[in-house]
């Protein structure tokens, strides 16, 4: 036999408790998803010269050709840009090198990549083996994890980094794709 339950009863008021508690832990998860996972993937080319022991600081500079992933609800879409950033850092240790990487990113489109952002980078090598591990993040939360394997440049020396960087897009209204 069923029982009526009355709306204002203790049962209807920890269901709807619980369903709020499901929806705001939803919604949490989906923040994080949406500043951890990466939307972005590109490659780069990056050049950097510097020396902490003479003069505290390195100039930095890259160019990276992106395609984005972005879902605004319209369908899944790819979005493709061209960054190029500048920056300056300051130096402990002394490095010189040129050569491709790798990178990924949150922003969902070469717009989010404008701007200012402060880095740390670990940089190493010696003739056409060098590896770089560089993270930006900007102001607004968009990160940029580059990473140059081991394989690719050329460099001399090593160092690690701390610094800020301007960020500067073209095709930033790029037409979207639809992904089929």
């Known amino acids: 036999?069923?029982?009526?339950?009355?709306?204002?009863?203790?049962?209807?008021?920890?269901?709807?408790?619980?369903?709020?508690?499901?929806?705001?832990?939803?919604?949490?998860?989906?923040?994080?998803?949406?500043?951890?996972?990466?939307?972005?993937?590109?490659v780069t080319g990056q050049g950097e010269a510097g020396v902490g022991a003479i003069y505290p600081g390195s100039a930095v500079t890259s160019g990276t050709a992106m395609v984005y992933y972005n879902d605004n609800g319209a369908g899944n879409k790819l979005q493709t840009g061209v960054t190029g950033s500048a920056g300056y850092a300051f130096t402990v240790g002394g490095f010189a090198g040129v050569g491709g990487a790798l990178t990924l990113t949150n922003a969902r489109s070469n717009n989010d990549q404008r701007g200012l952002s402060v880095f740390g980078a670990v940089n190493g090598g010696w003739g056409p083996a060098k590896l770089s591990i560089q993270l930006a993040v900007s102001p607004s939360g968009i990160w940029n994890l580059t990473v140059g394997p081991p394989v690719v440049g050329a460099s001399a020396g090593a160092n690690v980094d701390l610094g800020f960087q301007i960020t500067k897009v073209s095709n930033s209204n790029a037409p979207t794709t639809p992904i089929p």
Not at 32 to 40: D, K, Q, R, S, T
């Open 1 to 42: 036999m069923l029982q009526t339950v009355k709306p204002d009863s203790k049962v209807v008021k920890t269901v709807k408790a619980v369903g709020h508690a499901v929806v705001d832990g939803a919604k949490k998860v989906a923040s994080w998803y949406n500043f951890l996972a990466p939307h972005g993937i590109g």
